[in-house]
C-alpha cells in the first residue's frame, strides 16, 4: 500500500526536455514509473528517447492528460517559470504536482498555493524544493534514489532531503510503503500534517519517522495534531540541535528567532505527544527499528 503514488499512477514531466528533467526522468523511468508523457510547449509533437522508452512531449499539461489519462506531474522548470508551471497543472486539474525546482520565490509559491486553494484544492502541491515522494517498488516521483530501499511498512515525511535518503538507507532492511519530502521553504504545499494523516490512514503503514528542522512552527502543530489523531507509533528526528539563533541554516525556512523555533522546544513538544525523538539521525533510526522490532 502506499499513499498519493501507487503503481497504477500516470506520470508526465514538466520540463522533460530540460538537463534536470532528462536526467531525473530516464531515472523515474528505471525505477518502473509509469511515465506517460512529458510537457514543453516548444517541443509538442516530438518524443523523448530513454534507454528504449518513447516518452511523447505535449505543449500543455491539459493536451497531456486528455492524451495520457495522466494523474500526477513532477515539475522540473527554472525558478523564473515555476509559478507558472504550477499555476497550469492547477487549472488542467491534475491530482499531484511534485515541485522539485529549488529557488522558487516564496511569494510565486504563496500565488499558486493560493490558487490552488481558490480554485477547490484539486491538485495536491509536494514542495517546492523537495526530493518529490518514492512508494519504493511502486513508483517514484522525483529525484529520491530507487535503490536505497524497498517497499515495507514504514511511512516517512521529511523537510530534508538528504535526511530522507539515509533514514531510507538506514531502515532498508524493513522498507517503506511511501515516503514523502515536502521541502524545507517557509511556503510549502503538503505539510507535516497532511502526510501524518494519510498515513493514519493507511492501513499497511504500521508506524511512521517524521523528519523536522529548526525554524517556524510545523513540528509543534505536527505534534498536536499526533497527541489528538494519531494512533500508530511515530518516531521523529529534528535537524539543528547545533544551530546559532538568528542565523540561516539551508533550508529557507530554517531560521531561529530566539528562543521559538529551536529544535529543543520542538523535541519538547513531540515527546509530549509520545514521538520518541533521536539526537541523530542513525539514533532515530536505531528507535524505529526497536518499534518495528515489537510488532
Given at each position: 500500500?502506499?499513499?498519493?503514488?501507487?503503481?497504477?499512477?500516470?506520470?508526465?514531466?514538466?520540463?522533460?526536455?530540460?538537463?534536470?528533467g532528462?536526467?531525473?526522468?530516464?531515472?523515474?523511468?528505471?525505477?518502473?514509473?509509469?511515465?506517460?508523457?512529458?510537457?514543453?510547449?516548444?517541443?509538442?509533437?516530438?518524443?523523448?528517447?530513454?534507454?528504449?522508452?518513447?516518452?511523447?512531449?505535449?505543449?500543455?499539461?491539459?493536451?497531456?492528460?486528455?492524451?495520457?489519462?495522466?494523474?500526477v506531474?513532477?515539475?522540473?522548470?527554472?525558478?523564473?517559470?515555476?509559478?507558472?508551471?504550477?499555476?497550469?497543472?492547477?487549472?488542467?486539474?491534475?491530482?499531484?504536482?511534485?515541485?522539485?525546482?529549488?529557488?522558487?520565490?516564496?511569494?510565486?509559491?504563496?500565488?499558486?498555493?493560493?490558487?490552488?486553494?481558490?480554485?477547490?484544492?484539486?491538485?495536491?502541491?509536494?514542495?517546492?524544493?523537495?526530493?518529490?515522494?518514492?512508494?519504493?517498488?511502486?513508483?517514484n516521483?522525483?529525484?529520491?534514489?530507487?535503490?536505497?530501499?524497498?517497499?515495507?511498512?514504514?511511512?516517512?515525511?521529511?523537510?530534508?532531503?538528504?535526511?530522507?535518503?539515509?533514514?531510507?538507507y538506514?531502515?532498508?532492511?524493513?522498507?517503506?510503503?511511501t515516503?514523502?519530502?515536502?521541502?524545507?521553504?517557509?511556503?510549502?504545499?503538503?505539510?507535516?500534517?497532511?502526510?501524518?494523516?494519510?498515513?493514519?490512514?493507511?492501513?499497511?503503514?504500521?508506524?511512521?519517522?517524521?523528519?523536522?528542522?529548526?525554524?517556524?512552527?510545523?513540528?509543534?502543530?505536527?505534534?498536536?495534531?499526533?497527541?489528538?489523531?494519531?494512533?500508530?507509533?511515530?518516531?521523529?528526528?529534528?535537524a539543528?540541535?547545533?544551530?546559532?539563533?538568528?542565523?540561516?541554516?539551508?533550508?529557507?525556512?530554517?531560521?531561529?528567532?530566539?528562543?521559538?523555533?529551536?529544535?529543543?522546544?520542538?523535541?519538547?513538544?513531540?515527546?509530549?505527544?509520545?514521538?520518541?525523538?533521536?539526537?541523530?539521525?542513525?539514533?532515530?533510526?536505531?528507535?524505529?527499528?526497536?518499534?518495528?522490532?515489537?510488532?
Open positions: 500500500m502506499a499513499i498519493w503514488l501507487t503503481k497504477d499512477s500516470k506520470v508526465i514531466v514538466q520540463g522533460v526536455t530540460g538537463s534536470e532528462s536526467k531525473h526522468t530516464r531515472r523515474m523511468l528505471a525505477a518502473g514509473t509509469n511515465i506517460v508523457g512529458g510537457v514543453n510547449p516548444r517541443k509538442a509533437g516530438t518524443t523523448v528517447e530513454f534507454d528504449g522508452h518513447e516518452v511523447p512531449v505535449f505543449g500543455t499539461v491539459a493536451e497531456a492528460m486528455d492524451a495520457t489519462g495522466a494523474d506531474t513532477v515539475i522540473f522548470v527554472p525558478p523564473a517559470f515555476t509559478k507558472q508551471a504550477v499555476v497550469e497543472a492547477i487549472d488542467a486539474g491534475i491530482g499531484l504536482a511534485v515541485v522539485i525546482t529549488e529557488g522558487v520565490p516564496v511569494h510565486d509559491t504563496a500565488a499558486f498555493w493560493a490558487h490552488a486553494v481558490a480554485t477547490g484544492n484539486k491538485t495536491r502541491i509536494i514542495g517546492p524544493n523537495c526530493p518529490g515522494i518514492a512508494s519504493p517498488g511502486a513508483s516521483a522525483g529525484i529520491i534514489p530507487a535503490d536505497i530501499s524497498g517497499s515495507g511498512r514504514i511511512g516517512l515525511v521529511s523537510k530534508s532531503g538528504t535526511l530522507t535518503y539515509q533514514l531510507m538506514e531502515l532498508r532492511d524493513i522498507g517503506f510503503s515516503a514523502v519530502g515536502i521541502g524545507g521553504d517557509p511556503i510549502i504545499g503538503t505539510t507535516h500534517i497532511d502526510a501524518l494523516a494519510a498515513f493514519q490512514d493507511d492501513p499497511e503503514t504500521e508506524a511512521i519517522v517524521m523528519i523536522g528542522e529548526i525554524g517556524g512552527d510545523a513540528e509543534e502543530r505536527a505534534a498536536e495534531f499526533i497527541k489528538a489523531n494519531v494512533t500508530k507509533p511515530v518516531v521523529g528526528y529534528i539543528g540541535f547545533t544551530a546559532p539563533p538568528g542565523k540561516t541554516m539551508g533550508h529557507a525556512g530554517a531560521i531561529i528567532s530566539g528562543s521559538s523555533g529551536t529544535a529543543d522546544a520542538k523535541k519538547t513538544a513531540l515527546e509530549a505527544a509520545g514521538v520518541k525523538v533521536g539526537k541523530t539521525p542513525s539514533e532515530t533510526a536505531r528507535l524505529m527499528r526497536e518499534v518495528m522490532q515489537g510488532r
